[in-house]
């Protein structure tokens, strides 16, 4: 089992070192904007390293919304975040599962999820897994809830998408993480990561603010039995930089003893 976390894209192997982490997960944009990621200079040393990489689309994506200045960019942005993901080897993009606004058909929604993977296969498909992760908050969104989360599922299901399990989004929208990860299964059939990390906010509160393992409102064992049932690679994006992250990872290293060493 690989454990990493969430690091600065400056120089994203320097920042695996300071953390002893195996694999890493950073952004390739600003995180916020909607331009497409130029080519890395440090493309190949990324591609040839012993860490393994995941890349984060921007937040601003939403592929779901009615709103067609939103959603038709967020493809085409989506699209190139995975060109470049891609490019310097990444194993997958992780992308919020977004929403539709008040009043609009969730229905929609979902299939709007499904278009956008077919409006990339007719392009050639995605380049690498794109993993669809759960959100926190929202009453529209097609991935807090797992009745949503099966419904975006029947969307999209017949497509090669990955899912990204986050233990804070989940506790935060009101999903309880014992048994989570079989009632997830029972949906998606898989989970390919899961962001490991504590929630500043209570449980249901809709609040996407993480915290470090040992602190926040999520029992810790209960983040451990979540990686452990999952079987996946493990991206901590918690708070503290090297100090705080490294703290983690060294944590979920001792808990799991040795299924949390690297192969």
Not at 57 to 84: E, F, M
Request: aromatic residues 6%.
């Amino acid at each position: 089992m690989r454990i990493g976390a969430h690091v600065d894209s400056t120089d994203p192997l320097a920042e695996a070192a300071a953390r002893s982490a195996d694999t890493i997960q950073f952004f390739l944009s600003d995180p916020q904007g909607w331009k497409t990621p130029k080519p890395r200079e440090d493309a190949e040393r990324l591609s040839s390293a012993a860490v393994d990489l995941y890349v984060h689309a921007p937040y601003v994506i939403n592929v779901a919304t009615l709103n067609n200045r939103i959603r038709i960019p967020s493809r085409k942005l989506l699209l190139g975040h995975a060109d470049a993901a891609a490019a310097i080897g990444a194993k997958g993009l992780i992308v919020h599962g977004g929403h539709v606004n008040a009043g609009d058909d969730l229905a929609v929604g979902f299939d709007n999820w499904r278009k956008t993977f077919a409006y990339a296969a007719d392009s050639g498909g995605f380049k690498l897994p794109v993993l669809i992760e759960n959100t926190a908050g929202g009453d529209n969104a097609c991935a807090r809830r797992l009745d949503a989360l099966a419904r975006l599922w029947d969307a999209v299901g017949g497509y090669d998408v990955g899912f990204c399990l986050d233990t804070c989004h989940a506790h935060a929208g009101g999903e309880e993480l014992l048994g989570l990860v079989d009632r997830v299964k029972a949906i998606t059939g898989r989970i390919d990561l899961v962001h490991a990390n504590n929630s500043k906010g209570a449980f249901n509160s809709g609040q996407d603010r993480h915290d470090n393992l040992g602190g926040g409102t999520i029992d810790p064992d209960l983040v451990v039995a979540v990686i452990r049932a999952a079987g996946a690679p493990v991206i901590v994006e918690t708070p503290g930089g090297a100090t705080g992250q490294g703290a983690d990872i060294a944590f979920l290293r001792d808990q799991l003893g040795p299924e949390g060493r690297a192969a």
